[in-house]
């Protein structure tokens, strides 16, 4: 399975933007799914991730803020984040799960998308 992030960009603070992440083929629906950020310097860290029941996990500072989501087809994972600020810069990662579950570590992904930069200016 190949992943494709898209969607990001040079945003200022306050604003929102919407990353997408198409499948190469269909993904299992009984698949978890998630998003990742790196930022410069820094570990790739978790930010989202959605069961194939669509239950869904948040890092503590995007709560409120970003929102995960996947079409009914399975092709295709979304995420929604409003309120963006400056520390939100990064390249932002898509991918599969091993597993059903929401997970939330980087070892439970299987299938990685190449990432899409999100930069945000204060």
């Known amino acids: 399975v190949q992943l494709q992030a898209s969607g990001g960009g040079l945003v200022e603070a306050g604003s929102s933007l919407r990353l997408s992440c198409a499948a190469s083929r269909r993904t299992s629906s009984n698949n978890g799914m998630g998003w990742f950020r790196q930022a410069p310097g820094k570990e790739r860290e978790f930010v989202a991730s959605i069961s194939w029941k669509s239950a869904t996990t948040y890092a503590d500072f995007v709560k409120g803020r970003f929102t995960i989501s996947r079409a009914n087809n399975g092709n295709t994972l979304y995420l929604q984040m409003n309120s963006l600020q400056p520390e939100d810069t990064a390249v932002y990662y898509c991918?599969?799960?091993?597993?059903?579950?929401?997970?939330?570590?980087?070892?439970?992904?299987?299938?990685w998308g190449q990432g899409t930069q999100v930069t945000v200016s204060s």
């Open positions: 991918a599969v799960a091993r597993s059903s579950y929401a997970a939330s570590r980087s070892s439970d992904y299987q299938y």
